[in-house]
């Protein structure tokens, strides 16, 4: 069936370092959405790309979408301890359909 | 402006038992959701209302799930009879109207409610 993949599952960082996530759609998406969830919190709404190659930036967050449509990436740029959380892109599939997130942890 | 309110925010229930969650939307948000949050994993709708109609309930089990919004504001998601594979974090979600065409709505979640089955 449709799904939404990412990849890595989880990775352990220090301060200071980048961090990437990928996500990868079965099908060519409209439109993609990322969004955060801190331990223990709700998924809280990042940004929403709509172009075939579009890159948008927030502070030192970098969201890019695919040629094709069917993947996308977010990229930390030196990572901070407030960065903590599971990142979660979702595609409108046959519904709004989310990945299964990557867990970032950032050690001081 | 408050958040997406819901309630109880923890339960605790033996399988075979029924379970309700309540939700309250933003204010002036016409669409509102369900989701189930299965640890380790990303959230799965389970149900969409428009107002007071369904938009999309495909995912919902409806042999032991129910969800209603009678007056188009606040709605409930009851479970019944609860199995052990229900436990698991059952988020609430409005959006607010006049989504642009090709655009997906916003999600603006709940705290969610953390619901585990013995």
């Known amino acids: 069936g449709q799904q939404v993949m990412q990849i890595p599952q989880y990775q352990h960082v220090q301060e200071g370092e980048d961090f990437t996530t990928y996500c990868n759609s079965s099908t060519t998406l409209s439109n993609i959405q990322w969004y955060k969830q801190r331990p223990g919190g709700h998924p809280v709404f990042l940004i929403q790309l709509v172009k075939s190659g579009e890159v948008k930036k927030q502070k030192r967050l970098t969201f890019q979408f695919g040629e094709a449509k069917k993947n996308s990436s977010l990229h930390i740029t030196a990572t901070q301890t407030t960065d903590v959380g599971t990142y979660f892109c979702?595609?409108?599939?046959?519904?709004?359909?989310f990945g299964k997130g990557t867990m970032l942890l950032v050690s001081p | 402006e408050a958040g997406v309110a819901q309630s109880p925010r923890y339960k605790i229930i033996e399988k075979r038992q029924s379970v309700a969650f309540w939700c309250n939307p933003i204010?002036?948000?016409?669409?509102l959701y369900w989701y189930q949050q299965i640890l380790g994993q990303g959230p799965k709708l389970l149900i969409q209302f428009q107002n007071n109609g369904v938009v999309d309930d495909s995912q919902l089990p409806k042999d032991r799930f129910s969800a209603e919004r009678l007056k188009g504001v606040d709605s409930t998601l009851k479970i019944q009879p609860a199995k052990l594979e229900d436990s698991a974090v059952y988020l609430c979600?409005?959006?607010?109207?006049?989504?642009?065409?090709?655009?997906?709505?916003?999600?603006?979640f709940g705290p969610g409610t953390r619901l585990t089955v013995l």
């Open positions: 204010s002036g948000h016409a669409t």
């Open positions: 979600a409005s959006s607010p109207p006049g989504g642009l065409a090709g655009l997906t709505d916003t999600q603006y």
């Open positions: 979702a595609g409108p599939l046959s519904t709004l359909t």
